[in-house]
């Protein structure tokens, strides 16, 4: 059963002392869009790990082809590196990624208590009517399918839940309200 619209899950899940914060979810699902507005009520650097897709991935996915494992490794790994790695002590960064698979969280987190990840989980009717939507970017809603297909949903040890079938600020509320601990 999912939470109410407002609320966020986050039982079993240590939220403090969290430094990163990685927003993740299927195309579509609000991470850019939520994660710009959690960085400026968190007082947080943002980075949308689409930006960090080498060229030949993002051509794999304007031409409707899904990337691979082979294919997210390098940029897994650069993002850890140039992102996640180099957000100096003391400073707070919200990472927009999908983050699909436990084994891309995993790699991500590396052995870092202080990296929280944020499931963004919503309807695939919802998700597809956003993405009908959405103009001018290189995903196109044809990969939703596969997407929902590779994701492996994050149990309540491993992130925090928050449904999205709510306004994007809505959304922010319940991130903002979990990363707190208020349920």
Same mark, same amino acid.
């Given at each position: ?41 968190? @007082? ?6 689409? #930006?960090?897709?080498? =060229?030949?991935?993002? *051509?794999?996915?304007? $031409? ?64 597809? @009517? ?6 001018? #970017?290189?995903?196109? =809603?044809?990969?939703? *399918?596969?997407?929902? $297909? ?34």
């Amino acid at each position: 059963m999912n939470p109410p619209l407002s609320a966020a899950t986050n039982a079993g899940i240590d939220v403090f002392p969290a430094r990163v914060l990685v927003l993740m979810g299927v195309s579509g699902s609000g991470k850019t869009l939520v994660g710009q507005e959690v960085a400026r009520r968190w @007082e947080a650097s943002f980075e949308d790990a689409d #930006h960090w897709h080498a =060229p030949e991935a993002v *051509a794999k996915m304007s $031409a409707k082809i899904p990337l691979t494992d082979e294919d997210r490794a390098p940029w897994l790994a650069r993002l850890r590196r140039d992102v996640i790695e180099a957000t100096p002590p003391g400073r707070r960064m919200v990472l927009a990624c999908s983050a699909l698979k436990k084994r891309y969280r995993d790699l991500l987190r590396g052995g870092d208590r202080d990296v929280l990840f944020v499931y963004l989980e919503g309807s695939l009717s919802l998700i597809a @009517e956003r993405l009908a939507g959405r103009s001018g #970017h290189y995903m196109p =809603p044809d990969l939703l *399918a596969s997407q929902m $297909a590779t994701l492996e949903v994050p149990g309540p040890r491993e992130a925090i839940t928050v449904s999205i079938d709510q306004p994007p600020d809505a959304v922010a509320d319940a991130v903002m309200a979990a990363i707190h601990g208020k349920p």
